[in-house]
């Protein structure tokens, strides 16, 4: 390192330190997360389904990166929120270092989950497109934007679990002349809840007659 280079990195910690996302405490390293806040990352998993949702699922199986905790919340609410690749990557990063060996050994093409270009255009990114990106990148797997949103939907956070179906019905739409026949997808998203958002766009291309569909989220939340 020149000593421009120690000089440059010095006053750079000086006016703005590296500080956790999630405690604030200063940190050395340009992490998002202090040592202690990234131990309490609670372990990644297969998510279960109930006998109803096997029946429901177009997907044949669903990962989740971690459990939905206080620490994952704050770092999910600072990436869909304000556009931190950053932290995005970093979550990627280590979602992909732990998944199972053969998750991705059939899968094609990475799908993010749309937004809707009015909400798209008013949040500047989509949140889902990074994180397929930053897979794409880790796994050499190309992402494809196959699946548009038809229909400006309201948010799904405050409603029930039946409110969420309906809401996301039928929203999606395959989005050029492509043949996905026997071709295998992995949908990726941000938060898993009750599973109704990633189902639709697994609908859309199972109707296309995709061969295998996959689901990849970094957190699963309990739906109350
Ligand atoms: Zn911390």
């Not at 990166?65 to 704050?74: A, F, M, P, S, T």
């Amino acid at each position: 390192m020149t000593l421009f280079n120690c000089y440059f990195n010095y006053l750079r910690n000086l006016f703005f330190p590296q500080i956790c996302f999630v405690c604030n405490s200063r940190m050395k390293s340009n992490q998002p997360l202090c040592p202690i806040c990234a131990e309490k990352l609670k372990e990644h998993h297969h998510i279960e389904f109930s006998d109803e949702q096997k029946k429901e699922f177009y997907f044949t199986e669903a990962y989740a990166g971690y459990e939905y905790n206080k620490i994952i919340r704050n770092l999910i609410h600072e990436f869909k929120y304000k556009e931190m690749t950053l932290v995005g990557n970093y979550l990627m990063n280590m979602l992909f270092s732990k998944l199972p060996e053969n998750f991705l050994e059939d899968i094609d093409y990475i799908v993010p989950i749309p937004l809707h270009k009015v909400k798209k255009r008013a949040r500047g990114f989509n949140q889902s497109e990074i994180l397929s990106n930053s897979l794409s990148e880790l796994s050499h797997i190309p992402t494809l934007n196959i699946i548009n949103r038809a229909v400006y939907t309201k948010t799904q956070t405050k409603l029930s679990k039946n409110e969420r179906k309906s809401n996301v019905k039928n929203v999606f739409v395959l989005n050029k002349n492509f043949d996905i026949s026997k071709k295998g997808f992995v949908i990726v998203d941000d938060v898993f809840t009750t599973g109704s958002t990633a189902n639709e766009a697994a609908k859309v291309l199972k109707d296309h007659n995709a061969e295998i569909v996959k689901v990849l989220v970094l957190a699963t939340a309990k739906h109350q």
